[in-house]
């Protein structure tokens, strides 16, 4: 599929989404080849490390919202999600210019994250009227604390690169059109690493919060599927298509 691409060298896998014409807006479809890259990458002796990118001026602009709505845990969109909070093997995760919704909440599973400096970063679940996903409930306080994460949630208010390095969000900020030569780079480095150790050690890591983050998935995803249907999120979709704002006055 042209919309993701794959790409293995020197033992890192590369999975890059390539729809720019669509702000590389992330479809079902696109969500089923980006879980079977993870799910390959599982089992492929031949990757240590996979680094997510999309290009310099564009991470991904989250859902495309024409593409329908979202399925529960066992659609792509869950699939996705299992597969990346699941992967053994550490991800470098590369966003640029515009990382919105999960392009932003996948980002807190991934174990280094460097971004550009015209980055851009928004979690409008809330001004869409749905909800959290990706275990960004129980993530984003933890990394930022619970006023920050409020803020950014309730709002839906985008942020820029410097204010996410110090949130704590990525590891280093440098010039789009360098970032993902140097999480490549980094990449390298711990592909040439004893493979078992850094499986052992991410694990290790992990292994306190990995049973939370599997049944907060599930909840969110859940109230995430029921308030789509509602004539909160119709009219949140609906403004959005017609280029407008959402008035949500008459709601309770």
Known sequence: MDDVLTE????????????PDKRNALTRAMYSCLAEALERA???????????????????AGNDLSDGMIEGPDGPHGRFMRALTECSKPIIAAPCGIAVG???????HCDLVYCGSHTNFRIPFVPLAVCPECASSYLLPRLVGHHRA?????????FDATTALKLGIVNGVFPNDQVEEIAKA??????????????????LMKRS???DVREVIKVEIEHLVRLQH???????????????????????
């Open 8 to 19: 293995i060298c020197d033992r890192v896998l590369t999975i890059r989404v390539n729809r």
């Open 42 to 60: 599982e089992t492929d002796a031949s990757v240590r490390v996979v680094v997510l990118t999309g290009s310099a001026d564009c991470f991904t």
């Open 102 to 108: 999960i392009g932003v909440t996948m980002l807190l």
């Open 150 to 158: 409020s803020e950014i949630l309730f709002t839906g208010e985008a």
């Open 186 to 203: 980094k990449a390298a480095l711990i592909a040439a690493q004893p493979p078992a150790s850094v499986r052992t050690t991410k694990m």
């Open 209 to 211: 919060i990995a049973e």
């Open 230 to 252: 509602g004539a909160e999120a119709k009219e949140a979709v609906d403004a959005f298509k017609e280029k407008r704002r959402a008035d949500f006055s008459r709601f309770s």
